[in-house]
């Protein structure tokens, strides 16, 4: 068992994720089964049994909050949320992916999208500032970086 100190940046994540949707952190358990485990389980009310059909209900709605949150691989199985291929509690998140996202109108197709899209990143007038961020435990957060030449 990790201790307070030791506290499993995924578990923690996975509950900040849910926290800042707005789930009651005292009705769900996030944990990993082991410590080597390279899975989390997130589950609703363990301890009640005549709840099932609420069950499924917060299960299904951390599924979606979890996916939106950036955890792709969250699976729903009605009586928990399964999140495969997490890195172990020791792994620090020190590798990240930053996207750029952009909307395109007016184009036929995801090619010419696409290439419209790569050509305003590259047009040194365009400013766009706002990033999203992933870390390797797949905390997702949007980063706005100001650029200190055009304040």
């Known amino acids: 068992?990790?201790?307070?100190?030791?506290a499993d940046p995924a578990v923690s994540a996975v509950r900040a994720a849910l926290?800042?949707?707005?789930?009651?952190?005292?009705?769900?358990?996030?944990?990993?089964?082991?410590?080597?485990?390279?899975?989390?389980?997130?589950?609703?009310?363990p301890l009640?049994?005549?709840?099932?059909?609420?069950?499924?209900e917060q299960t299904t709605a951390y599924a979606k909050t979890l996916r939106r949150a950036g955890w792709e691989s969250a699976v729903d199985l009605s009586a928990l949320v399964?999140?495969?291929?997490?890195?172990?509690p020791t792994t620090a998140p020190q590798t990240y992916t930053a996207s750029w996202r952009i909307a395109v109108d007016n184009v036929d197709d995801a090619q010419q999208a696409a290439e419209e899209a790569r050509e305003r990143q590259l047009d040194p007038g365009v400013t766009e500032s706002l990033w999203t961020v992933t870390d390797a435990v797949g905390r997702?957060?949007?980063?706005h970086c100001s650029d200190p030449d055009l304040s």
């Open 1 to 6: 068992m990790l201790t307070t100190a030791q």
């Open 19 to 45: 926290d800042a949707a707005g789930h009651e952190l005292c009705e769900l358990l996030v944990f990993r089964p082991d410590r080597d485990a390279d899975h989390l389980v997130v589950r609703f009310n």
């Open 82 to 88: 399964f999140i495969p291929h997490v890195p172990a």
């Open 140 to 143: 997702t957060r949007t980063v």
């Open 48 to 56: 009640s049994s005549d709840t099932w059909d609420l069950e499924e």
